[in-house]
């Protein structure tokens, strides 16, 4: 008797939490301050867009290629004759 009694207790419990939860996220004050503080924030980013510094492009010509030399005198070693 006892553990139906608490299992309808828990019941009841997650009802209301869930009920209640619902009807303040539903509720039109709940969506006005949301709408606020997010028209609020783009207000804020333009504001702090407007002021950014823009930095120049300092990365041209950064890379430079070298071409290898094709030596043919150059002695090509081998591991196995090394150890010869």
Excluded: C, P
Aim: net charge positive; glycine share 0%.
């Amino acid at each position: 008797m006892i553990k139906e009694l608490k299992y309808v207790f828990y019941l009841i419990t997650i009802f209301f939490f869930i009920f209640f939860v619902s009807r303040y996220y539903f509720s039109d004050e709940n969506k006005k301050k949301s709408f606020r503080s997010l028209s609020s924030l783009e207000d804020r980013i333009k504001d702090f867009s407007k002021n950014l510094v823009i930095l120049e492009n300092d990365t041209n010509d950064i890379i430079e290629y070298v071409e290898y030399q094709k030596d043919k005198n150059k002695k090509k070693y081998h591991f196995w004759k090394l150890l010869k």
